[in-house]
């Protein structure tokens, strides 16, 4: 097996695991699982499913994550950034449609690492991602409005601008209990670890509002009010009976859920990397990844990926070895089963204070205020992706962001592509050829082309070359900087050599070595051009055509 495809954790078992280092591993498990917690019902109540979900989700995607995954210090389970897809799935095709998707992301994620795409998933741009995850964050702020002032909605709509309309409509029914409540939170999410480092500041100000709230009896909205009990129980594999019609419906949405898992788990690996002097194994992190959402949604879970601020801490915390990953899963496990009847005492107005924290450190709003003072492109990928996603839908803000950051790229690559006429301008030419070349004789024009020659530039290179002021009775085209020729730049060099041989213009093309000669035979441009008019040194050129004069 190539060792791309090989698990962290079975190299790292083969080279040998210090007593100490292990040590340091259950240690930050049981931090990270603890740390988990909260954020596992949180993300699942927001989703729009039950909160055991979240747990059970954070549980098998957590254990096979860390067990089969590329990288040394991952931690795997749901995040935010699934949110808003999975609350859309779950209000138009309900929790078995939402396992479908699931199911069929996990293969399609298992499909981009076995094809490698790893590796090319790192070159999209990072206002793309800025903007999509800044309106994700815009998403999970407001979906926290009704909990947060305990505004008791029974049906807040899916879309934006909906769910405000409502919440401005019944802000007299502000609930100040849920309020503090909410606001006590946040305070404790954000500074309590300042105070003591190792216990998460979201556990605290779960537990103490749990308790205000159960021994003074204060009117707020419970899990237990909004969700009933929670299930202790992890259950039995299950698939909902699926037609063609069901994938037909649900291939976006799946391939929504494969695109933003598979971005956000190479961006947590890439970031963990940064912060242990690693190197992760991005393929075989996918194909983990897609096995963990394909056991996650045959237990009813949601979907999973590599979590950031979950990773980030088990770094901080001494983890270095996927054993954290898997002892943050195994803890998880054993609060799921001790004390998921308790969990459901929690105020929803508490939850909504920790996924307000989670919202803000989301939104990356000092990037996003960085990005606005840059280049006008990345601002027009960074305000689309954004309101896309926070107006319309986040699997039409990727795709057309996408599309447009592809546009943008060709554009500048054509624009990079420099094609100059050294023929005329003696200053110009001994600047640029030096002493190699010998005088360009009369009736010879030389153009040099520099850059890739590609189907966004080729139009403009054949323009620029066969639009010529005088009638020449030889071209040369240097192509010494061109580092890659597509189908349509192969085109154009045919339509170009065919055009002046109708005028009866000789072309001679220089700067060809072995590779791109096989590629010139290979797209058949010998067919138009004899071989001995394309050679590799400009004085062979100069030397053809004053032969041809």
């Known amino acids: 097996m190539h060792k791309e495809f090989i698990p962290k954790l079975f190299s790292l ?8 280092t292990l040590t340091k591993d259950i240690l930050s498990g049981l931090i990270v699982g603890i740390v988990a917690l909260p954020l596992a019902i949180a993300f699942a109540i927001a989703s729009g499913v039950s909160p055991e979900k979240g747990i059970l989700t954070a549980i098998i995607a957590g254990i096979i994550i860390s067990t089969f995954g590329g990288s040394r210090v991952q931690i795997g389970g749901p995040t935010g950034a699934f949110i808003v897809i999975v609350y859309g799935i779950v209000q138009q095709y309900g929790t078995d449609g939402l396992t479908i998707a699931t199911f069929m992301a996990g293969f399609i994620i298992i499909g981009f690492g076995l094809a490698r795409l790893g ?20 998403i999970i702020f407001s979906s926290q409005i009704n909990d947060f002032f305990g505004l008791h909605i029974a049906k807040v709509p899916a879309d934006f601008i909906g769910k405000w309309t409502v919440y401005f409509n019944n802000f007299h029914n502000i609930n100040w209990y849920a309020i503090s409540i909410a606001v006590a939170t946040i305070i404790i999410t954000l500074y309590f670890q300042k105070i003591i480092k190792k216990i998460p500041g979201s556990i605290i100000a779960i537990v103490l509002s749990t308790i205000v709230v159960v021994v003074f009896d204060i009117p707020v909205d419970t899990i237990e009010s909004n969700f009933g009990t929670i ?42 990397d940064s912060m242990i002097g690693g190197k992760h ?5 996918l194909v983990a990844q897609g096995a963990a959402n394909i056991m996650s949604s045959l237990f009813g879970g949601i979907p999973a990926t590599g979590a950031i601020a979950r990773t980030a801490t088990n770094v901080k915390n001494g983890g270095r070895t996927p054993i954290a990953g898997i002892v943050h899963a195994l803890v998880l496990l054993a609060i799921m089963l001790l004390f998921a009847p308790y969990a459901k005492l929690i105020p929803m107005s508490c939850l909504a204070g920790i996924l307000i924290v989670v919202a803000y450190h989301m939104s990356e709003w000092k990037q996003f205020r960085s990005i606005l003072k840059g280049n006008r492109m990345d601002i027009i990928i960074l305000l689309t992706t954004f309101f896309l996603t926070v107006i319309f839908d986040l699997v039409i803000a990727i795709e057309i962001g996408i599309v447009l950051s592809s546009f943008i790229f060709m554009k500048r690559m054509s624009e990079s592509v420099n094609i100059q006429d050294f023929s ?19 009736g010879v024009i030389l153009y040099e082309i520099n850059g890739p020659l590609f189907f966004g530039a080729a139009r403009q290179f054949q323009e620029t070359i066969t639009n010529t002021h005088f009638q020449p009775k030889v071209i040369i085209i240097r192509m010494r900087y061109v580092p ?6 192969y085109h154009s060099i045919k339509e170009i050599i065919k055009t002046y041989k109708a005028r009866k213009i000789k072309v001679i093309i220089s700067g060809i070595g072995k590779p791109l000669r096989k590629d010139f035979e290979k797209n058949e441009v010998f067919a138009f051009i004899e071989s001995d008019f394309v050679v590799e040194e400009i004085h062979i050129a100069i030397e053809r055509a004053k032969e041809n004069l």
């Open 13 to 20: 078992l083969k080279q040998g695991i210090t007593k100490e």
């Open 119 to 138: 590796n090319l998933l790192k070159y999209i741009p990072y206002s793309l991602i800025v903007g999509f995850t800044s309106g994700i964050a815009l």
């Open 231 to 272: 299930s202790n129980k992890l259950g039995f594999p299950h698939i909902p009976d699926v037609d063609f019609e069901t994938i037909q419906a649900l291939i976006q949405p799946a391939f929504a859920i494969a695109i933003l898992g598979s971005i956000e788990s190479l961006l947590s690996a890439v970031v963990s």
């Open 281 to 285: 194994r991005s393929n075989m992190e």
């Open 424 to 442: 005329s301008d003696d200053k110009t030419k001994e600047h640029l050829f030096d002493e190699e070349l010998l005088d360009i004789p009369k």
């Open 484 to 489: 890659l020729i597509d189908a349509t730049g």
